[in-house]
């Protein structure tokens, strides 16, 4: 699928997950992970964004020059199964196309620390897709970063919402370096470059 945009339209990256100290290890917040290493990246600090639920950081991604882009990082504070509000009120703000929003969440269906990049889809029982679905339609761009499934017989909210074990937390700061890549190259060089490279 190819959606045509104005090339110099802002991107709006979402990273999801849930606010608050006792969520930030969570699988389930490996999108605030992703953009908290682009925020860095890009020399950023999340702030308050007014009225909407959420923290904001605006920079640039990518080389000076004609690849250079415009990108708004957010981390909606509004929890999980509510980040379609915040999104919607920043997309309307920043007069952002849907097909130039970017969300980077968690995926239960692929295995740890793959990923995934598409344009459109289902929510596949994620919450804050679901969310975002409602309030834009399904075409905006997603990166999705593999969890696994539960072990045993864990519930699946219970897994989504327990911390990243010792043993993932060995490799994690490098998927999340990849994820953040991967986002990079999907801003500047499109989806097709960025499936090519990063759907492992």
């Known amino acids: ?70 990108v708004i990082l957010v981390k909606p504070m509004s929890y999980m199964n509510l980040s379609g509000g915040p999104v919607n009120a920043l997309r309307d703000f920043y007069k952002v196309p849907a097909a130039h929003v970017v969300a980077v969440h968690d995926e239960l269906d692929i295995d740890y620390g793959t990923l995934r990049l598409k344009l459109g889809g289902g929510d596949n029982g994620h919450n804050g897709l679901k969310s975002i679905t409602k309030a834009l339609g399904p075409e905006y761009h997603r990166v999705r970063f593999g969890i696994g499934r539960p072990p045993g017989r864990m519930q699946v909210a219970d897994f989504v919402l327990k911390d990243f074990s010792s043993a993932e937390r060995k490799e994690l700061d490098f998927f999340v370096d990849r994820a953040a890549d991967a986002v990079e190259c999907l801003v500047i060089d499109g989806l097709e470059r960025a499936q090519g490279t990063y759907n492992s």
Do not use: C
């Open 1 to 70: 699928m190819h959606v045509t945009t104005d090339a110099s339209a802002p991107w709006l990256i979402v990273g999801l997950g849930n606010p608050g100290p006792e969520y930030a290890m969570n699988r389930h917040n490996v999108g605030f992970m992703v953009a908290d290493l682009l925020a860095e990246r890009i020399g950023g600090r999340f702030k308050r964004a007014g009225k909407a639920q959420a923290q904001v950081v605006e920079g640039r991604i990518g080389p000076p020059g004609p690849a250079n882009r415009r």
